[in-house]
């Protein structure tokens, strides 16, 4: 069964570093055409893409949040990780890890992570 | 980015009521649109995919329509668990982006 579960601390304190992992069982983060994705959901509000790791080793960060951002990937514990610098109020959010499941005209996100909700404060 | 704008934001319906939420994208992204449903608590579920794909094992009561800009995402008769956030969402481009979601409730 392929499961997807965020680890990660759930209070940061402001000018922090966000750091969460995805462990990924069932499927490896090489397995091709996969896109192993960052979004986030802030409370009572829509979805927001962060950035992926693909199946190749690359990696794609939002611009919106380049300057802060760091996705990596560990092909030997299959999972992907999270940094996000500077954190703020405003980065107070459920963080989901997802598959971004792509081919030539397609691309859906068919795997989650249950979602964990990181909340800055000191 | 492409900008997705998502109407309405919520709805109130009666059970077997047609249910129509919008979706348009600020650039052309040909039928690259995906929408999924969000119970509370829960993770999205796709529900179609290149704007008119109904995915195996979702009712057929869900449809969806259109291309280019202007996409339309529809509940035929609705059901009380329907009940959910439904969002639309572009794979044209990078980065992926969403509509700001529907939320759907029984009158």
């Known amino acids: 069964q392929v499961q997807l579960q965020e680890s990660g601390p759930g209070l940061v304190k402001p000018s922090q570093t966000l750091s969460l992992t995805c462990t990924v069982s069932?499927?490896?983060?090489?397995?091709?055409?996969?896109?192993w994705t960052w979004l986030r959901q802030h409370p009572g509000k829509g979805l927001e893409y962060i950035g992926y790791l693909s199946y190749s080793g690359k990696t794609y960060h939002n611009p919106s949040l380049k300057s802060r951002l760091t996705i990596s990937g560990d092909t030997s514990n299959n999972q992907f990780s999270l940094k996000l610098s500077s954190v703020t109020a405003a980065d107070t959010a459920v963080y989901y890890c997802?598959?971004?499941?792509?081919?030539?005209?397609?691309?859906?996100?068919?795997?989650w992570g249950q979602g964990t909700l990181v909340t800055v404060s000191s | 980015d492409i900008q997705m704008t998502q109407s309405p934001s919520s709805l109130s319906a009666s059970v077997g009521d047609r249910v129509t939420i919008t979706c348009q994208a600020s650039?052309?992204?040909?039928?690259?649109l995906n929408w999924y449903q969000q119970k509370p608590g829960k993770t999205p579920k796709l529900l179609i995919s290149d704007a008119s794909n109904l995915e195996t094992g979702v009712p057929s009561r869900f449809s969806g329509s259109g291309s280019g800009t202007d996409f339309t995402f529809t509940i035929s008769s609705l059901q009380p668990e329907d009940i959910a956030t439904y969002y639309c969402q572009q794979y044209d481009y990078v980065p992926r982006t969403f509509g700001q979601g529907t939320k759907v409730e029984i009158k």
């Open positions: 650039q052309d992204i040909n039928n690259y």
């Open positions: 997802a598959r971004e499941f792509s081919g030539y005209n397609y691309a859906w996100f068919d795997l």
């Open positions: 069932g499927v490896s983060i090489s397995s091709a055409g996969s896109y």
